[in-house]
């Protein structure tokens, strides 16, 4: 019985963690429960032995994404660098080519920012909470005196970033995804310097 415990453990795991993401990828409508059980190795009715409905994967799915990203970003606010070092090093990250064109692993507050603000409110009380920590940390990092201007700084870092990566994505003109990538990260650094 411990056996098939685990098994059941690991199996729900890995339907979790390839929903996470394929929804990055392809968008939380991009694929349905079948495609999603046979890309996990099992079989559309096996879903149901780990998820009531697809909404409660889609919820579990968003945030094993967003805690992936938040990993990331709670690396750097864990490091003993200068703000300033810091702050430059989640800027470059996050507007580089590599996040820009690695959809399945990038951040899903901008992977997904278009299909929570449509999904059920465990899926949108998940993105408002990794939201709420990266301005957390974008907030520790910005050096300024008032906490209210840290906020507003904060807040303007993230929406240029998840911004940006967006534009850059969704551009079919190369050079002008990379220049949208290059300004935000110089004009972030700027203001931020």
Known sequence: ???????KAENHERIVRIAAARFREIGIEGI????????????????????????????????????????????????????????????????????????????????????????NDKARSAYTSQVSLYLKVLGELIASEKSASKRTAAIAALATMVGAVSLARAVNDAALSDEILQSAARELKARMA
Request: charged share 20%.
């Open 1 to 7: 019985m411990g056996s098939s415990k685990a098994e």
């Open 32 to 119: 349905g429960v079948a495609d999603l059980m046979k890309d996990a190795g099992m079989t559309h009715g096996g879903f149901y032995r780990h998820f009531a409905s697809r909404e409660e994967l889609v919820a579990e799915a968003v945030a094993r994404a967003l805690q992936d990203g938040g990993q990331a970003v709670a690396a750097i606010a864990n490091s003993t660098q200068s703000r300033q070092i810091l702050f430059t090093a989640l800027v470059d990250g996050y507007l580089s080519i590599a996040h820009r064109d690695g959809l399945a692993s990038s951040c899903a507050v901008t992977a997904l920012a278009a299909d929570v603000a449509r999904s």
